[in-house]
């Protein structure tokens, strides 16, 4: 029907074969891509350092794991973790497991806020040496010292 000559009205002055092709075009654009099923998710490992000021008896390692355990958020709740993610500590660095989706920027926007919490933020600084790590450094006091005499 939408092929005969004057039913097409004000598309008139296009070849009936490319209307064909727009109309199926528009058709396979709205049909969803199958996804594959099973399959192992990806894992993501995250370290933070926080030796530096562990060394110097500034924080608890064990009370900055608490922090993470307590306040990530999977799927937008806290206290979620279940087997997503799984937080360990050795000494003083804090391992995050993580199945993706899950943003090392995340762990850092935390680690800012338990050092704020602990009225550490003007002291501490959180850096990143590594693409799969952060490390709670010192800010550098004694350069501007130096520049100024």
């Given at each position: ?89 050795d000494k003083s660095k804090i391992t995050v497991n993580a199945e993706a989706p899950f943003s090392k920027r ?44």
């Open positions: 029907d939408l092929l005969k000559p004057g039913s097409i009205g004000s598309f008139a002055p296009f070849p009936p074969c490319l209307l064909l092709f727009l109309l199926c075009a528009m058709v396979v654009k709205g049909l969803k891509k199958k996804q594959v099923k099973g399959g192992k998710k990806q894992q993501l490992k995250f370290i933070v350092d926080c030796t530096q000021p562990a060394d110097d008896n500034i924080i608890e390692p064990k009370d900055f794991e608490k922090f993470l355990t307590n306040r990530i958020k999977v799927e937008g709740k806290t206290g979620n973790l279940g087997e997503k993610i799984t937080i360990s500590r995340y762990l850092k926007y935390l680690g800012k806020k338990y050092l704020k919490s602990q009225q550490l933020r003007d002291f501490l600084r959180i850096v990143a040496p590594s693409k799969t790590s952060y490390e709670m450094r010192y800010f550098n006091i004694n350069d501007d010292k130096d520049e100024e005499e």
